[in-house]
């Protein structure tokens, strides 16, 4: 039989407990800042296939998703949502730059621009005080390749 010197009963408990918390925060961490990577790559996504939507003025089905909407901005914008894996939380709103003149109406080769933006959602909460207020957002900014519908210009749609 060995004897030890000291008593060492409870030592790997104790040097789990100091290894524990850094651990589990970078365990946590990887989940979390990749389910925001991911939102972010998604957002992004939305707004380019948005803006392409938008520039060469999609002619969608007045019906489109089953929503009633009075503009084709406001298709072009839900449109936009259902681009998006996680499209609950997302505000598109689609802007035209660069007009020459209000009565020349649009044209083609006028800027037009598309955001998305949304809170940024979390899995595990630990991190709930450091990203509580995070706002993802992207502004993609696009030529018209088609005369717009007249009624594009300041649409806000809020994804459902």
Not at 80 to 85: I, N, Y
Not at 136 to 146: A, G, I, P, W, Y
């Amino acid at each position: 039989m060995v004897r030890r010197q000291g008593d060492e009963r409870g030592a790997a408990l104790v040097e789990f407990a100091l290894i524990a918390m850094p651990l589990f925060l970078i365990l946590f961490g990887t989940i979390e800042f990749g389910w925001a990577f991911f939102q972010l790559n998604d957002i992004r996504h939305g707004a380019r296939e948005g803006i392409r939507l938008v520039a060469v003025d999609s002619d969608l089905d007045p019906a489109y998703a089953g929503v009633d909407m009075d503009t084709n901005g406001e298709r072009l914008a839900q449109a936009t949502c259902e681009r998006m894996d996680q499209e609950e939380g997302v505000v598109v709103t689609i802007s035209l730059r660069d007009l020459d003149s209000p009565a020349n109406g649009l044209d083609i080769g006028d800027d037009v621009t598309l955001r998305t933006s949304k809170g940024l959602d979390q899995l595990t909460m630990v991190f709930d005080p450091v990203l509580r207020s995070v706002e993802l957002d992207e502004v993609v900014t696009s030529r018209l390749e088609q005369s717009p519908s007249a009624n594009i210009h300041g649409t806000t749609w809020a994804c459902r």
